[in-house]
Each structure stands twice: as structure tokens, then as C-alpha cells.
């Protein structure tokens, strides 16, 4: 687990993206680091295979105008066996560890994630190109043209995930045709049959 704290004073908008843009850098970075298939998974999740691997969590104190504070977490399984993981967690989660077969130094990895958050956050109060990060998330999205059932609340929809838009959103294509995009939500996955 690792959480980093900032102190942004900025407009809230410039940090709309800070969770997939910093999902994409440490998704890459991870990949490069392991050799493992790490993918993002809408809209903080990283996953190898469709199961977790990491997650990652932004929390804000705003004022009208602006973010005050702001908290980024991950927790990342790196290098946990899979006799660690119970009966069903075995078919939800996994490591870094599993998925490769290699032990990793936490102490050099912790330093590397840092300084990949650090510059990640760094690139978005300058502003994040939405293309670029629309670009990147595609290349690594492991929602894109899945059958998925969102629940919004008490609402509860089905649709293939189409990507994300520019404010970060994920597109989905319902039954009906039409295009809506989900701001927020809890994710099953569908099998072709559902």
C-alpha cells in the first residue's frame, strides 16, 4: 500500500483525469518493470487476465474553486503466492508475482511507482492532452468491446464498453444503439451469452 498526499491549490478541473492519467503511467511502467500484461480496467483498477492486480484511489478536499488537498493510493499485489489468496480470491485476484514468476525488490519498485506518480501528477497540473490520454488508455483498456452490467444506484444497465471520452467517462453502446457515458458505477464483466 502507498498513499501520497499533495497539496494542489489549483482549479479542480485540472485534475479531472489524475486517476486514469496516473492508471495509464503506472500501468506502463509496471509492464516495462515485470514483463507482465498489466491492463486498466475503468476507472482504478489494474488487472492481468481479468483479475486484480492493483487499485488506486483519488480523494479531494475542494472548495468552490479549487482543490485544496488531494490523496492518491495503490494498493498492488506484487509479490504475493497464490496459497495466500482464499478459494475465491483465486479467481479475482492476482500478483505480480503469479503472473511472472519472479520475487521483486519493494524497496527499488516502491521508488520507481514514486517517481512515476510524481511526474504523473506533475504532467497534469501542466494539463493532460485528453487525445494523448485517450491514445494510451486504448492501447491498455481491458474494457474495450466487453459486455458489461453497471450499477448506478439503483439503476441497472447492460452495453458494450466502447472506450473512455475525453472527460474520462466510459462509453457505452446499449441495447438500444445508443451511446451514454457512465461517470461512475460498479462493474460486472458478461459472458457472450448474458
Known sequence: YLSMAFRPEIPAFKLQLLTLWLGVKLCRLLRSETGSELMVKWPND????????????????????????????????????????????????????????????????????????????????????????????????ALSGKNIRIELGKESIQGKVLGINETGALNLKLRNGRTRAIHSGDITLLSKND
Open 46 to 141: 489494474l488487472v492481468v487476465d481479468g483479475r486484480k492486480t492493483g487499485g488506486m484511489l483519488t480523494e479531494a478536499s475542494i472548495d468552490p474553486e479549487r482543490v485544496l488537498t488531494l490523496t492518491f493510493g495503490l494498493g498492488l499485489n506484487v509479490n504475493s503466492t497464490s496459497n495466500r489468496f482464499t478459494k475465491d480470491l483465486k479467481k479475482i485476484a492476482n500478483s505480480l508475482r503469479n503472473e511472472t514468476g519472479k520475487t521483486f525488490r519493494l524497496h527499488e519498485l516502491t521508488a520507481k511507482i514514486i517517481g512515476c506518480i510524481l511526474l504523473g501528477y506533475d504532467e497534469c497540473i501542466e494539463g493532460v492532452d485528453a487525445k494523448k490520454l485517450l491514445k494510451q488508455w486504448e492501447t491498455l483498456d
